[in-house]
């Protein structure tokens, strides 16, 4: 009988070592990766990107609340920071731009180095997902995984999109990757309470990320219902599951999204309803639908791994056929997940590469569940076959260390010696442009002094070469009295030059082509300013791309 007992704790104890060798390993490669995606995406930003030039919009945006907030926590009590906090535009941005300019004051790569902690958050979730796997399955994921584009971009961007996608991925993810029905009270309300974490993190994307994460919910309980015992006699579980569920979610939101939840609805009215006709492609319906999958934002985001992961869901479709129902009923519920995170964006009319984030980040969680579950249905597909145990456990080994050495070495040659991509490509004409009018423009408004006592009231026509929040970020680090005003919503050169006349400091740019909002009608605008009586000209700046005009009203 001792020998049992002693026996059965020597068991466990191996077990427990086991287990803490398997996720401490997963664990430190995950983290290795991390360090090398970091690495490399902010040195290529600060060749190519954002970290060679003055911060720039969406980014700039979040920088400028975070200094913002800062400077008034100092006189705050914590409750009203936290509150304060919770009505920015996007308080997860916010918070990575305030910790990241903590961590390092005087430069902007922080919030960046920050935003790696997201993506090796993602890594731990793709771990999770995929515990029950052997190691070496969950090794070749994490190493397939950073190869997308995507996860660089996440890096050398500041805005919440990607963030927010890749949570979205991994909550969907969570969500269909095995039955609802029968989980926990626990567990469902943990999910609900994460999944409203992930939709969030972009406020002003919620109701498409509710949409989402409820239908996958719907899905995937239904079909919880139907392998069970059908509908009409599970119906009470399934109310169960879905209250456990759905309640958590709404409170998490509430008090997440709620504090700005006016201001987030009027924004979302302001882009999508008030200046559509200023974001909109007019590209026709069928390329629209085509853009995020096989067009240029798919390609950009993906890359070839949108072709990696259809065959992965072709792959799986087929095992499963053969093995039976309930796997077949599994694919398609990760399939519609999938289909509606594309849908979402695709049948919008404003289409952005951002826009997809949410498909691209729950596209990489299905190509890993796919690649997982295909792995999975081969076993007993080998047993019909009449192989023995020893051979089909052998042939595993061997096709999942043959992955493993796949995709070491494209993660090698594309991500630690290729060249990565960044969101925001700008040449080195670009990067010459934006420096130099930034710095002279600041210098310049350093030395103006308002006509009467009162904040410096700057007008800006367009966002390059100078972008204007950057502008308003120095001012507020500066702790100097200004106030930046966009006129770049007009419809016509009229009402902007109307606009522009309000404000004492003009700043002008000159007709581009451009896909930036707002018409194109910077020449006129500097042409009517030339002949305007009281406005003169304070500086001039000339690029072979773009003339920057800066005049003064009322000299």
Same mark, same amino acid.
């Given at each position: 009988?001792?020998?049992?007992?002693?026996?059965?704790?020597?068991?466990?104890?191996?077990?427990?070592?086991?287990?803490?060798?398997?996720?401490?390993?997963?664990?430190?490669?995950a983290?290795?990766?991390?360090?090398?995606?970091?690495?490399?995406?902010?040195?290529?930003?600060?060749?190519?990107?954002?970290?060679?030039?003055?911060?720039?919009?969406?980014?700039?945006?979040?920088?400028?609340?975070?200094?913002?907030?800062?400077?008034?926590?100092?006189?705050?009590?914590?409750?009203?920071s936290?509150?304060?906090?919770?009505?920015?535009?996007?308080?997860?941005?916010?918070?990575v731009?305030?910790?990241?300019?903590?961590?390092?004051?005087?430069s902007?790569?922080?919030?960046?180095?920050?935003?790696?902690v997201?993506?090796?958050?993602?890594?731990?979730?793709?771990?999770?997902?995929?515990?029950?796997?052997?190691?070496?399955?969950?090794?070749?994921?994490?190493?397939?995984?950073?190869?997308v584009?995507?996860?660089?971009?996440?890096?050398?961007?500041?805005?919440?999109?990607?963030?927010?996608?890749?949570?979205?991925?991994l909550?969907?993810?969570?969500?269909?990757?095995?039955?609802?029905?029968?989980?926990?009270a626990?567990?469902?309300?943990? #999910?609900g /309470?994460? +999944?409203?974490? @992930? &939709?969030?993190?972009?406020?002003?994307?919620?109701? $498409?990320?509710? *949409? %989402? !994460?409820?239908?996958?919910?719907?899905?995937? #309980?239904l /079909?919880? +219902?139907?392998? @069970? &015992?059908g509908?009409?006699?599970?119906?009470?579980? $399934?109310l169960? *599951? %879905? !209250?456990?569920?759905?309640?958590?979610?709404?409170?998490?939101?509430?008090?997440?999204?709620?504090?700005?939840?006016?201001?987030?609805?009027?924004?979302?009215?302001?882009?999508?309803?008030?200046?559509?006709?200023?974001?909109?492609t007019g590209?026709?319906?069928?390329?629209g639908?085509?853009?995020?999958?096989?067009?240029?934002?798919?390609?950009?985001?993906?890359?070839?791994?949108?072709?990696?992961?259809?065959?992965?869901?072709?792959?799986?479709?087929?095992?499963?056929?053969?093995?039976?129902?309930?796997?077949?009923?599994?694919?398609?519920?990760?399939?519609?997940?999938v289909?509606?995170?594309?849908?979402?964006?695709?049948?919008?009319?404003?289409?952005?590469?951002?826009?997809?984030?949410?498909?691209y980040?729950?596209?990489?969680?299905?190509?890993?569940?796919?690649?997982?579950?295909?792995?999975?249905?081969?076993?007993?597909?080998?047993a019909?076959?009449?192989?023995?145990?020893d051979?089909?456990?052998?042939?595993?080994?061997?096709?999942?260390?043959?992955a493993?050495?796949?995709?070491?070495?494209?993660?090698?040659?594309?991500?630690?010696?290729?060249?990565?991509?960044?969101?925001?490509?700008?040449?080195a004409?670009?990067?010459?442009?934006?420096?130099?009018?930034?710095?002279?423009?600041?210098?310049l408004?350093?030395?103006?002094?308002?006509?009467?006592?009162?904040?410096?009231?700057?007008?800006?026509?367009?966002?390059?070469?100078?972008?204007?929040?950057?502008?308003?970020?120095?001012?507020?680090?500066?702790?100097?009295?200004?106030?930046?005003?966009?006129?770049?919503f007009?419809?016509?050169?009229?009402?902007?030059g109307d606009?522009?006349?309000?404000?004492?400091?003009?700043?002008?740019?000159?007709?581009?082509?451009?896909?930036?909002?707002?018409?194109?009608?910077?020449?006129?605008?500097?042409?009517?300013?030339?002949?305007?009586?009281?406005?003169?000209?304070?500086?001039?700046?000339?690029?072979?791309?773009?003339?920057?005009?800066?005049?003064?009203?009322g000299?």
């Open positions: 009988m001792t020998g049992q007992v002693v026996g059965t704790e020597n068991r466990a104890g191996t077990t427990d070592l086991s287990a803490w060798l398997r996720i401490s390993g997963l664990v430190v490669l983290a290795c990766i991390t360090a090398v995606i970091a690495l490399r995406s902010l040195e290529v930003s600060q060749l190519h990107s954002r970290l060679s030039v003055p911060p720039l919009y969406d980014d700039v945006s979040y920088f400028l609340d975070a200094v913002r907030w800062m400077n008034a926590a100092k006189d705050q009590s914590i409750f009203a936290v509150w304060d906090m919770l009505r920015q535009h996007a308080p997860f941005s916010t918070l731009a305030v910790i990241g300019l903590a961590l390092f004051p005087g902007f790569i922080g919030p960046y180095l920050v935003h790696a997201v993506v090796f958050a993602f890594l731990l979730g793709i771990v999770w997902l995929t515990w029950r796997r052997p190691v070496l399955e969950i090794a070749a994921c994490l190493l397939a995984v950073p190869c584009p995507l996860l660089w971009h996440t890096v050398t961007e500041a805005r919440p999109d990607l963030p927010s996608g890749l949570a979205i991925g909550a969907a993810g969570a969500i269909v990757h095995h039955a609802v029905r029968d989980r926990s626990r567990s469902l309300a943990a #999910l /309470v994460a +999944c409203a974490l @992930a &939709a969030s993190i972009k406020p002003t994307s919620f109701p $498409a990320a509710l *949409a %989402l !994460l409820g239908s996958a919910f719907a899905i995937r #309980l /079909v919880d +219902c139907i392998e @069970a &015992a509908l009409r006699s599970s119906i009470r579980s $399934a169960t *599951a %879905l !209250l456990w569920f759905v309640l958590p979610l709404i409170a998490t939101i509430a008090l997440l999204v709620g504090p700005a939840l006016v201001e987030t609805v009027t924004y979302i009215l302001k882009v999508f309803v008030g200046d559509r006709d200023l974001w909109t590209e026709s319906f069928w390329a639908l085509l853009r995020f999958s096989i067009g240029g934002e798919g390609q950009f985001g993906l890359h070839d791994w949108f072709a990696v992961g259809v065959a992965l869901m072709l792959l799986r479709l087929v095992l499963a056929a053969v093995a039976g129902r309930a796997a077949v009923l599994d694919a398609v519920v990760l399939l519609a997940a289909l509606i995170a594309y849908a979402i964006p695709s049948i919008a009319e404003i289409k952005t590469y951002y826009f997809g984030a949410m498909f980040g729950l596209f990489i969680v299905a190509m890993v569940l796919n690649g997982c579950a295909s792995l999975a249905l081969v076993d007993p597909l080998l019909r076959f009449g192989l023995g145990s051979v089909r456990r052998y042939a595993l080994t061997a096709g999942r260390v043959l493993l050495a796949l995709v070491f070495q494209l993660f090698v040659r594309h991500v630690v010696m290729g060249q990565i991509s960044t969101a925001t490509p700008l040449s004409q670009q990067q010459e442009d934006i420096r130099v009018a930034t710095e002279r423009l600041w210098s408004l350093q030395k103006t002094k308002p006509e009467k006592s009162g904040p410096l009231y700057v007008a800006f026509s367009s966002p390059y070469p100078v972008t204007s929040a950057t502008i308003q970020l120095y001012a507020e680090r500066a702790q100097m009295n200004l106030v930046v005003r966009n006129e770049l007009h419809r016509t050169a009229q009402a902007t606009a522009l006349l309000k404000s004492e400091i003009l700043v002008l740019s000159s007709s581009i082509p451009h896909t930036l909002v707002g018409p194109r009608v910077g020449d006129e605008l500097i042409a009517r300013m030339a002949a305007e009586n009281g406005v003169c000209l304070l500086d001039s700046i000339t690029f072979p791309d773009v003339t920057l005009r800066v005049y003064r009203r000299c």
